[in-house]
């Protein structure tokens, strides 16, 4: 499975990530211990929610659409 996340930090109330993994806990895991470049200055982080794929290309869709203008619009008015 393809997984498509939003993460919040609880430090840094409104710091948003949104990622793309197969393998979601060792991912989240990863934010939270650092080892993500960006992330590491914002964490600890909380799971908002994901979205699970089968195909990797809607996945990487998926994520690109979440980081795009309108993608934006409707993951804060419908995901966050």
Same mark, same amino acid.
């Given at each position: 499975m393809? @997984?498509?996340y939003l993460i919040e930090s609880t430090a840094f109330p409104g710091e948003r990530y949104v990622g793309l993994t197969t393998d979601l806990k060792r991912r989240f895991r990863n934010h939270? !211990?650092? $080892?993500?470049?960006? *992330?590491?200055? /914002?964490k600890p982080w909380r799971l908002i929610t @994901?979205? *699970? /794929?089968? !195909?990797?290309a809607k *996945? $990487? *869709? /998926? $994520?690109?659409y979440l980081k795009s203008g309108s993608g934006h619009a409707f993951a804060r008015n419908r995901l966050w």
């Open positions: 393809h @997984y498509v939270n !211990d650092g $080892e993500s470049p960006h *992330a590491s200055k /914002f @994901y979205t *699970a /794929f089968s !195909d990797q *996945a $990487e *869709a /998926f $994520e690109r």
